[in-house]
């Protein structure tokens, strides 16, 4: 179940990433920040308030208010490298996060085999060569290789504390939810501040863009929570590190869903990356 979850996981946040890159291009980062993660807390608060999960309240919900304060920060810095740079090359870089919570495992106790291992390399190795990225070029590529690289310590620091924040189901959600509003406040606070500095809130064309666009922001919000979910259950029911690499796998699907819909094509390195990838996630299933 631990390898279903985080593939589970490593689909979600592709998609997210995908979706997220695509909205950046016409909205303000820190505004499709704000607005989906507002979305996403919205549906958790509900579903909060239907489960009774209030209930489950402690002091390992610190944890969520961590990942809820790095969060924005990794997702604004992600979100404006893949509008400078071709999601193919950005993403595949966002997942060298996985090595802080691998690192986390193996602190905490977890001992893959060593066909495991061996799975863990060679999945990493291959998310990173599945976008074929290119470490040298024009300056917007290198701030994009700059960004990322932020957004990977970021991201991967939230897998280790949402791992942490909860023990049961009713428990994840309350997480989430506390996630989700530490996430607003956060990045609300940052997008007030960047007004403050003439920055801009909304895109060419007014309210009107956002409103237009907010079925695409609803999506993005809920499926990285829906990842997050889907991460912190996989975490919990195995290894770590295991958990980790195959959720690490989703820069993957932002690579191809960016073939799919936008015709980026997939050079050799990339395709010999993507085959590495599935090699990992099979050695990491089977190990």
Known sequence: ??????????????LADFGGGLLTRRIPALTVVVVSQIIAALVLGAIVLATGAW??????????VGAGVVGP??????????????????????????????????????????????????????????????LRGAPVQRQAVLLTLVAAFGFGSVMALIAEAST?????????????????????????ASVKRGGRA????????????????????????AANG??????????????????????????LAARGVLKERLRAVQAAGAGLALVGTVLLATG
């Open 55 to 64: 209930n489950e309240a402690g002091p390992e919900l610190w944890y969520a």
């Open 230 to 255: 889907t991460y912190a259950i996989a975490a919990q029911q195995g290894p770590v590190t295991v958990a980790a690499v195959l959720a690490g796998l989703y820069p993957v699907v932002t690579a």
């Open 168 to 192: 049961t189901v009713t428990g994840l959600f309350l997480a989430l939810f506390v996630q989700r509003v530490t996430n607003v406040l956060v990045g609300g606070g940052a997008l007030y």
């Open 202 to 225: 909304l895109p060419d064309g007014g309210p009107a863009v956002v409103r237009a666009a907010l079925p695409a922001l609803a999506f993005v919000g809920l499926a990285d929570v």
């Open 1 to 14: 179940m631990t390898a279903l979850f985080a593939l589970a996981t490593s689909l979600l946040w592709g």
């Open 73 to 134: 920060a990794a997702m604004l810095a992600f979100y404006k490298a893949l509008a400078l740079g071709p999601m193919g090359v950005v993403s595949p870089l966002g997942s060298l996060g996985v090595v802080v919570p691998v690192s986390v495992g193996l602190l905490v106790g977890d001992r893959p085999g060593l066909l495991q291992f061996a799975g863990i390399g060679v999945a990493i190795l291959g998310v990173v060569l599945a976008g074929g990225p290119e």
